[in-house]
């Protein structure tokens, strides 16, 4: 008889959090910004695939990926040796001012991912996701001469001036930090477990386009707004997927009034949703793109795709020191082979994209059958390895205490996972994770759960 290999499980080895973090959290405590959060004490040390050791030697299993980062997941092979050839071939030179192949190639390699018949795209580089918004929402309005952009509550976009403005999913980020951008306007997101505007799940898509035309009978003059921002699945506001025919209403209503339809793929793009752009499950094309998280497994950098037409910006106008740096775009092109599946990574089948349709399939169906052993859990929704977990009281009003609870609880089991939302666990692991090792997870979030109840 054949024994099945027994699959890998967190290895606490010391109480949470054990004496090394202990004290390098006392540290962190004295000398980095007073902003930092730190709802879980794990300091790491060491990475491997979906695994990360601390440095008193716990290994947790990564549910977070850093926020949708680590797409690849910890110290991938592939990544590694890319990043490695290239720091040795020089590290820096400037983008704004030099071509640099192994950017030009990257431009070339995404805009693929975007581009249909007669329709040409180009790439900005930048560092951050708010670079990119901050790069989308400068040339909405360089190229349309208007001034308005409207974006949506619950939606987060960044930290920078312009992307705090365009924020809308927690006040904490723009109280004390005013004036703010002029001439923003936010509208509410078609979330369908809580549809806005005293609509229904099937009509709340309608009833915020209908919204927005009234804002310009009565607010804001259409011709005056150079964009819409949007998340096409909102992340930070609690990993929402909007109604079917909710995009494809957006863009004939930018079409309408000559608008720029900006998406927001920070979050959800890079395959996370099993597509490379999460607005790829509808057939809507924006004019702006942006793009960064899962771009380069962890390395820093950022994309903004406008279509060419779109792209009308002057030489000199806008620009980055560090922006599309190599060693980055190095990570970027690795990341690409495995999430394209021109370089496979073993037990994920065809492509690290395709891996998230399929283990994010198997995850969700996992989580919607907890949800009769636990009513608490009102919602779970997304797509791919982007699944949120909305906890609820019994009147249905979002549980965010109990969500705390079990966010702790999991976490205390091995479990690396995050927030969002007001009541939302967010799901959004490396696309490397295989089916044993999402029911290792799923696993610790069932006994997390059961030792709430
Ligand atoms: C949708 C979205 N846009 C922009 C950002 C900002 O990205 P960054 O923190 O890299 O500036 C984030 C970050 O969470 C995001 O989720």
Not at 42 to 62: A, Y
Not at 74 to 99: G, R, S, W
Not at 291 to 314: C, D, H, N, Q, Y
Not at 391 to 417: C, H, I, Q, T
């Amino acid at each position: 008889m054949t024994t099945l290999p027994k699959p890998r499980q967190p290895d606490l080895k010391t109480s949470l959090p054990g004496p090394k973090t202990a004290a390098i959290m006392a540290r962190d405590a004295l000398h980095l910004s007073t902003s930092y959060m730190r709802p879980y004490p794990f300091v790491p040390d060491h990475g491997e695939g979906v695994w990360l050791t601390d440095v008193d030697g716990n290994t947790m299993l990564d549910f977070f990926a850093g926020i949708a980062v680590s797409t690849t997941g910890h110290a991938h092979p592939h990544v590694v040796k890319a990043v490695q050839e290239q720091i040795t071939k020089f590290t820096h030179v400037c983008l704004t001012d030099y071509p640099q192949e192994i950017t030009t190639s990257l431009a070339e390699r995404m805009v693929r991912h975007v581009e249909k018949p007669g329709e040409k795209w180009r790439v900005f580089f930048g560092n951050s996701g708010a670079e990119a918004v901050e790069a989308a929402v400068k040339l909405a309005r360089n190229h349309t001469g208007r001034s308005h952009i409207i974006s949506t509550i619950g939606s987060f976009h960044g930290r920078t001036y312009g992307a705090i403005t365009l924020t809308g999913s927690k006040t904490k980020y723009k109280r004390g930090f005013g004036p703010l951008l002029p001439n923003v306007s936010h509208v509410p997101y078609p979330n369908p477990f809580r549809p806005p505007l005293g609509s229904t799940p099937e009509t709340c898509g309608q009833a915020v386009l209908d919204h927005i035309e009234g804002l310009f009978q009565t607010v804001i003059p259409a011709d005056e707004v150079a964009a819409i921002i949007i998340e096409p699945m909102q992340g930070e506001g609690g990993y929402i997927v909007p109604p079917a025919d909710f995009l494809p209403g957006l863009r004939a209503l930018c079409d309408r009034h000559g608008i720029m339809l900006i998406f927001d793929e920070v979050q959800a793009g890079m395959g996370r949703t099993g597509k490379m752009y999460s607005f790829q499950h509808s057939d809507v094309q924006p004019d702006i793109i942006t793009v960064a998280k899962g771009i380069a497994s962890g390395m820093p950098i950022s994309a903004m795709l406008a279509r060419e037409s779109v792209m009308t910006w002057p030489v000199g106008s806008h620009g980055s020191t560090y922006g599309g740096n190599p060693v980055a775009a190095a990570a970027a092109h690795a990341t690409l082979d495995l999430l394209e599946g021109v370089v496979k990574h073993p037990g994920c089948g065809d492509s690290l994209m395709h891996n998230a349709a399929q283990v994010g399939e198997f995850i969700m169906a996992e989580l919607k059958g907890m949800q009769t052993e636990f009513p608490f859990l009102g919602d779970v929704r997304g797509a791919g390895m982007f699944i949120g977990l909305e906890f609820v009281k019994p009147d249905g009003s979002p549980d965010g205490k109990l969500r705390d609870a079990a966010s702790m609880a999991m976490f205390e089991r091995g479990l690396l996972n995050l927030d969002c939302g007001e009541a939302v666990i967010r799901i959004s692991p490396p696309l490397i994770l295989t089916r044993e090792e999402a029911a290792t997870g799923l696993e610790i979030m069932r006994d997390a759960l059961r030792a709430l109840k």
